[in-house]
């Protein structure tokens, strides 16, 4: 096996507690063709001064993108990857940290497996914010059926359900780029890359723990999750090719319509496009009928299709 280049992308927004931990991670690693880049946006906790002290006192070469001003991760991300060199690129939160033969294994998997594979991710440990083991709800030995017997991810399993976890992603550079740059007003950047990359390529598993996944306390506002349950539901529209989520949808919409309650523009406009629609609730979005009659519709009209 060759050892071509990875440019590993560590991005802080206040996360300057868990910044050494991340770098000694990534220092750490068996696997040393390495570019390392570090990004910090704006953070209010010294974040990037704990970058920049842990690099000289490391003599660890580095190439730092540090924001005065709040951009938000996808200009961060975007800026870093224009900076990429390696042909592969792992992107890790610097809360989070890895394995130390995590990159070993995933270069060597993918320069087994081929050009028809776009990226690879593996089993993680989640911990909390002291180090200590964490339930998360994800667990792949139980869900065998995400994946085809060759080990790739079924497609249209991504779509369901984001069963990636983003520390343990290494990605082609050049399924990256083709894929195209993060979008600023997306939340959920990650599963929107993993669902890119998915339509063109192939995405890889390995059965081990490699990363270490941190489960923080939330902060989320109500209107930020609010916001995060909508790009979610219009990601799956989106890029669901086979109506794997059609039921799912219908409900949300549907119950949301017969309850009066606002349906984001973002929601609707895209299920009006979505090629499982419901024919029934389409017409009473696009005629603004009233919830009574739209019950009605549902309830003496023929069987919904």
């Not at 309650?261 to 603004?288: D, G, H, M, S, W």
Request: charged content about 25%; aromatic content about 12%.
């Amino acid at each position: 096996m060759g050892t071509p280049l990875v440019t590993v992308i560590s991005v802080s927004y206040n996360h300057s507690r868990y910044i050494k931990e991340n770098l000694d991670s990534i220092k750490n690693q068996t696997y040393k063709n390495i570019q390392l880049i570090v990004g910090d946006d704006a953070s209010s906790d010294n974040s990037a001064k704990v970058f920049q002290e842990w690099l000289q006192s490391n003599n660890y070469d580095a190439i730092t993108n540090f924001h005065n001003i709040n951009t938000g991760l996808a200009t961060m991300l975007n800026e870093c990857i224009e900076l990429a060199e390696g042909k592969y690129v792992k992107i890790i939160a610097s809360d989070d940290y890895l394995h130390p033969e995590s990159i070993e294994n995933c270069v060597a998997a993918m320069e087994k497996s081929g050009d028809e594979y776009g990226m690879i991710f593996t089993d993680f440990w989640a911990i909390d914010n002291n180090n200590q083991s964490t339930e998360l709800f994800l667990q792949y030995n139980s869900h065998n059926h995400f994946f085809n017997s060759d080990g790739s991810l079924k497609k249209d399993q991504l779509v369901k359900y984001n069963c990636i976890i983003a520390p343990t992603v290494l990605m082609r550079k050049d399924a990256l780029i083709s894929t195209g740059k993060y979008e600023p007003h997306i939340l959920l950047e990650d599963h929107d890359r993993w669902l890119r990359i998915n339509e063109i390529k192939k995405i890889l598993f390995i059965n081990k723990k490699l990363a270490y996944y941190r489960v923080l306390p939330t902060s989320v506002t109500n209107t930020r999750n609010e916001r995060m349950i909508e790009e979610d539901l219009y990601i799956r529209m989106k890029y669901d090719k086979t109506g794997i989520n059609k039921s799912n949808l219908f409900h949300y919409i549907s119950t949301k319509y017969r309850n009066s309650e606002k349906i984001p523009a973002l929601i609707k406009n895209e299920y009006q496009q979505y090629p499982f629609r419901v024919k029934r609730l389409t017409f009473a979005l696009k005629n603004n009928i009233s919830p009574f009659l739209y019950y009605l519709l549902l309830k003496f009209g023929k069987k919904i299709k």
